[in-house]
């Protein structure tokens, strides 16, 4: 049994209440319990296309050429990684560009193998000269809701 009124408790509630209300009217409750998918490696193909990135398969070696990148001023990393099963794994080399690019060229700390599946994932620039992927933020396409990966193959 409740003995005193509680207005905090009330003004929450009615918040609540009105936030509940607004995401069913406009037809999005969805967007207050789902977390937008990640692509993942496993599945390279399935994963929505942000158009920000175009990748194709090419030959292995000690650099991976982008065909194109679409991403506005002031620009990201673009991070060539390789595939582990079914997650990312090692940043090969990166890149910056500051904007859109045609024929980027990606330097490789080691070259990439014939026949092996890789990314390349891009990166919001934390300003401070230097591609870190642990400090630097995944770009995420305001589109999908998903981060930006393209997937190719390499070739022997």
Known sequence: MMKRFSPGSFILGLMLGALLVGAWFFGNISALTSIPPTATASAPNSAPESGAITVSDQAAGSTVTIDSLTVPPPGVWAA????NGNDLGNVLGAVRVGGPRT??????????????????????????GAFDPALNSVYVDFDTGTRVVA??????
């Open 80 to 83: 060539v990684r390789e595939i």
């Open 103 to 128: 024929s980027i060229s990606v330097p490789l700390l080691r070259a990439t193998e014939p026949g092996r599946p890789y990314a390349v994932e891009l990166y919001r620039d934390d300003n401070n």
């Open 151 to 156: 997937y190719f193959r390499t070739t022997n």
